[in-house]
């Protein structure tokens, strides 16, 4: 069996967690995931199986989430599940500042991802060494947010704020709540977040492990094709003697004007894998076995 899977990740799962269930029940070594969301997160979380697992690195980077930033408070992780560092009530915060303030977290931004998180810092993870209580200098990051919609506001000593975001790859929304609230001089935490898509996987579409294991004791789950969500990249249709040949990893001559990374298909049905144009050659990057 091999393709994807968009799951719906459950709360309190970690990632890792969710790849070691879907391997028990699909019996398969080959499993892994996109994009890492944290234990307290849920929604969707793109699981590779088979030799999908070779085309994770092609998919599309985009992501969206809805929020819940509260006010007042400020903690270690940046959201609740880590300890208070502060907390404040701000009843007389508005909607109104809020809205004034959001628009400094649109387009491109300079953040400081959450100490505690996967980024890697000499060859560490940033979350182990807030564990050890070891202090490093967290490297400034450029992300991408491309839109924000406000969901609801609800009023109170310590105000929430629900809110839709679609950004780039790499963003840290637990980062944009604290900056949030930093901005409003009112401290701000990340409350709940779910992921809405990812990777070009939709909330709508996907399935609990629950989900999966009854559709998997009927007979009846059907894997994402693996090349359904790679339709962001540019296609390429290749005869069947210069298909043979990219098989067998040599460069083939095509009359695409189109650089880069591509699909690569026999008779526009059969996905061979992931080439790259270049000078009008095709030249063989991730062919799958046939």
Not at 217 to 240: E, K, T
Not at 244 to 259: A, E, F, L, M, N
Request: proline share 7%; charged share 20%.
């Amino acid at each position: 069996m091999q393709g994807f899977l968009n799951l719906n990740k459950p709360f309190d799962w970690t990632s890792h967690d969710c790849v070691a269930r879907v391997r028990k029940l699909l019996r398969l070594k080959r499993v892994g995931h996109a994009g890492t969301l944290d234990p307290a997160a849920t929604g969707v979380l793109p699981i590779a199986f088979g030799r999908a697992t070779r085309l994770l690195q092609y998919l599309p980077g985009n992501k969206a989430y809805n929020a819940t930033i509260r006010f007042g408070v400020q903690t270690k992780t940046d959201d609740l599940q880590g300890e208070v560092i502060t907390s404040a009530p701000c009843p007389r915060l508005s909607l109104a500042e809020v809205e004034t303030a959001l628009p400094q977290f649109l387009g491109k931004i300079e953040q400081i991802p959450p100490s505690y998180s996967a980024i890697q810092v000499d060859g560490q993870r940033l979350y182990d060494l807030a564990r050890r209580g070891e202090k490093v200098e967290v490297p400034v990051r450029t992300v991408e947010v491309l839109q924000m919609e406000i969901l609801a506001w609800r009023e109170g000593d310590f105000p929430e704020l629900d809110i839709a975001i679609a950004c780039g790859a790499g963003t840290y929304i637990r980062a944009i709540a604290r900056d949030l609230g930093a901005v409003l001089q009112t401290g701000g935490t990340l409350a709940a977040l779910t992921r809405t898509v990812s990777s070009g996987f939709e909330l709508a579409e996907s399935l609990t492990l629950s989900d999966l294991e009854t559709q998997l004791q009927a007979g009846i789950f059907q894997p994402i094709p693996l090349d359904a969500p790679l339709q962001h990249l540019p296609s390429v249709i290749l005869p069947a003697t210069s298909a043979q040949k990219w098989c067998q990893g040599q460069r083939v001559s095509v009359s695409s004007d189109i650089p880069g990374i591509v699909r690569v298909y026999e008779a526009e049905t059969r996905f061979l894998g992931i080439g790259e144009v270049n000078n009008e050659l095709l030249i063989p990057t991730t062919v799958l076995p046939l």
